[in-house]
């Protein structure tokens, strides 16, 4: 398959998980039960697994390999999003360490998004 579409739906699953993300958060800020109800949260998991699964074909399509600095920092990245994402977005929390926590997984999403297109180096 041409790899310029899988990059493309790469990139546009992206897109889908940093919406995903922001629901997510305006839910967790007002107090929805929702935000971690079952199906938000398969579909929050289905995506974030899509995003992986597609990021690490393209990368062995292009016979990068996992010690690359940039599949490295990438998939670094994807970790602190989803890390940062699951305890920012659990119920109990204050809403101050919450939210700082849910604009630390963003901070890493956006982070992965501008190695992605090149605007920043990797970090190995
Ligand atoms: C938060 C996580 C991620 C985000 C936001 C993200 C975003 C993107 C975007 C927007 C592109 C398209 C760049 C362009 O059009 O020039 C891209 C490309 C790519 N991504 Fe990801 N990605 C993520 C995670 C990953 C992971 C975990 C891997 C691999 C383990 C990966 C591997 C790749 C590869 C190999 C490309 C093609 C780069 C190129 O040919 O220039 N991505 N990513």
């Known amino acids: 398959m041409d790899l310029s579409i899988l990059i493309k739906a790469h ?9 995903i993300y922001i629901v997510r958060g305006v839910m967790m800020l007002a107090n929805s039960t929702k935000t971690n109800s079952a199906v938000v949260l398969s579909i929050a998991s289905v995506i974030t ?14 016979k990068l390999s996992f010690a690359d600095g940039f599949i490295l920092t990438k998939l670094i990245s994807l970790l602190l999003f989803v890390a940062f994402g699951t305890i920012a977005l659990k119920q109990g929390l204050s809403k101050i360490i919450a939210s700082g926590l849910w604009l ?19 970090l190995f």
């Open 11 to 19: 990139s546009g699953i992206a897109i889908l998980a940093l919406i």
């Open 49 to 62: 697994l899509l995003l992986f699964g597609l990021g690490v074909y393209i990368g062995f399509a292009q």
């Open 104 to 122: 630390f997984g963003l901070l890493a999403f956006i982070y992965a998004s501008l190695i992605a297109t090149h605007k920043v180096a990797p």
